[in-house]
DNA sequence: ATTATTTGGTTTATAACATAAACTTCTTTA
DNA sequence: TAAAGAAGTTTATGTTATAAACCAAATAAT
């Protein structure tokens, strides 16, 4: 018997950001993948993403690898382990607040 | 057979935001309600709840309207059917980001 | 050959925005 | 009658999302 309505729970503001969600959600479903990549498929801008990637390594709910191919540089991204949790609690989270009952 | 993996969709500015959310599912569970009850639910600061009242009833998600109980301000919100709909197409939206396939 | 353009980003600046703090008005209680 | 509480509103502040500007190397164009 749950309460009606239900109560909210706090959302974690680093994963409450439409572009942040996105990567995150992407680097679950791929595992991994390259900035140029992640930027076509968000959509984002290369400057907007650098930003939230940075962030989101800064949190280590990803991982950076930062290396070059031949002499361009390379980023390869990683979900890690806390960020796989951080969005399934996340994830909850968002259910007080769109399953209205 | 969905492209794998999907596409984001945007979402909404005005419902991407903890308290602004919370309020209109709130509503949408509640039909209407009184400013501290929603203050209560939600555990807004009253000046917060002020301020995203306004922005939803300037945008037409929210019907607001203002009475004396006594003398006492009264201070009513409703959800609109432009506010439901909206509501309907961010928790859509979200699924391309929740639903990690 | 040197001048653009593209690729792969980073750094800096700005504009919006969420939030809290301060304030107002009226009522109730000490 | 002074203090505290209720019901909000207005103003100020600190983030932060985002874009604009920039850099370095490679590739394409003239």
Do not use: W
């Not at 791929?30 to 940075?54: H, M, R």
């Amino acid at each position: 018997m749950s309460d009606q309505p239900r109560t909210f729970q706090p959302l974690d503001p680093l994963l409450h950001a439409e572009l942040r969600l996105a990567v995150v959600s992407l680097l679950i479903s791929v595992g991994e993948a390259e900035f140029p990549y992640i930027k076509e498929k968000t959509g984002a801008t290369a400057g907007n993403l650098s930003v939230q990637i940075d962030k989101l390594s800064a949190a280590g709910y990803i991982e950076v690898e930062k290396t070059f191919k031949g002499k361009k540089p390379c980023t390869r991204c990683r979900i890690t382990p806390t960020g796989l949790k951080a969005f399934e609690a996340y994830v909850d989270a968002l259910k007080t607040y769109l399953e209205v009952k």
